[in-house]
């Protein structure tokens, strides 16, 4: 997903579909250089993130590059940073960061002691159940507890189970029982059924972070506020603003092309037999023959519509 909400994705989403209260943005790596690239620059300038409330989201398994790059965030005006403990990607557990930390109890504990000890603003966290085993995550929080994390967002899968595997909200609930602060769930949210489900389950929960269920429906949010369902005329309006933003920021057929195929990844669900026309846009490299693929895509019926 990090190839995908970037500061251009962030900024058409709420002008179609507003209502998310903060978007999270993808992680970026600070190193030992103590400085952000051009591309996170981008992502991160505050001009390009404004009208909406963002999250800069930092992954590293070491405190000083963190403080670094957090101390840089807070002094653009953002008052809240997250800090990612989950990613189950294997590029970057092998390397001891995002759920990969979540190995060394010791060393995690070190880390956010020296993260607290100079932090000059909020740190919210996300994180999994653990790495290999569920049972993880209580002396995951009796760490977690000693510190002010501002949000602890729980992922109720361990790091094995990657996205692939069911979530296990029972852990979530035992979770939530023993941890003193607030807490987010996260995971498996892709229909307004999912929502109502963990909602009705978990009443005193206040926060619900949804990821590829709102790139696969960008109105899922409404919809799980009672509202209608997206409709073709919107995902068409949606997508041709964010084509064409695209096509203005990276000045590149191929780029633009490059990031909209991720994309439709996720929102190919939304029609009925999108296997045809889907081909034709992972094929594509150039402007016509991506805006031929997706107009035959959008003269597939949608699901939505289906029984009207």
């Known amino acids: 997903m990090e190839g995908i909400t970037g500061a251009e994705y962030r900024a058409v989403h709420h002008r179609h ?3 998310v209260d903060r978007y999270y943005m993808p992680f970026i790596t600070p190193t030992q250089d103590r400085v952000f690239t051009p591309r996170e620059l981008r992502n991160i300038s505050p001009e390009r993130n404004a009208g ?4 800069p989201q930092l992954l590293t398994k070491n405190a000083g590059d963190f403080n670094w790059a957090a101390g840089e965030l807070f002094a653009m005006g953002y008052d809240e940073v997250d800090l990612n403990l989950g990613c189950p990607s294997g590029t970057v557990t092998a390397k001891g960061k995002g759920a990969g930390m979540l190995a060394d109890l010791e060393g995690l504990d ?3 002691d020296g993260v607290f000890s100079a932090s000059r603003g909020k740190v919210s966290v996300k994180t999994r159940l653990g790495l290999r085993d569920p049972e993880e995550i209580f002396p995951l929080v009796e760490c977690f507890s000693r510190y002010p994390i501002s949000l602890l967002i729980l992922h109720p899968r361990v790091r ?3 996205y692939k595997e069911p979530v296990r909200p029972d ?3 035992r979770a939530l029982e023993v941890y003193p602060g607030p ?5 498996g949210l892709r229909t307004p059924e999912d929502c109502a489900a963990m909602q009705g389950r978990f009443p005193q929960v206040r926060h619900w972070m949804l990821g590829q269920g709102l790139l696969a429906d960008p109105a899922l949010i409404r919809r799980c506020q009672g509202g209608p369902a997206l409709t073709r005329q919107e995902l068409r ?3 041709d603003e964010l084509y064409h933003t695209y096509l203005d920021i990276f000045q590149s057929q191929r780029n633009t092309v490059f990031h909209m195929k991720e994309l439709w990844n996720y929102l190919s669900v939304l029609f009925d037999q999108p296997e045809k026309p889907l081909k034709r846009i992972r094929k594509a490299d150039a402007s016509p023959a991506y805006e031929s693929a997706v107009d035959e895509l959008f003269t597939h019926p949608f699901l939505s519509e289906k029984g009207e």
């Open 183 to 187: 807490m987010c769930y996260n995971g």
């Open 237 to 239: 309006a949606f997508h």
């Open 110 to 112: 070190r880390f956010l």
């Open 171 to 173: 852990y979530f609930a």
């Open 17 to 19: 579909f507003p209502g």
């Open 160 to 162: 094995q189970d990657f």
């Open 52 to 55: 909406y409330r963002a999250v």
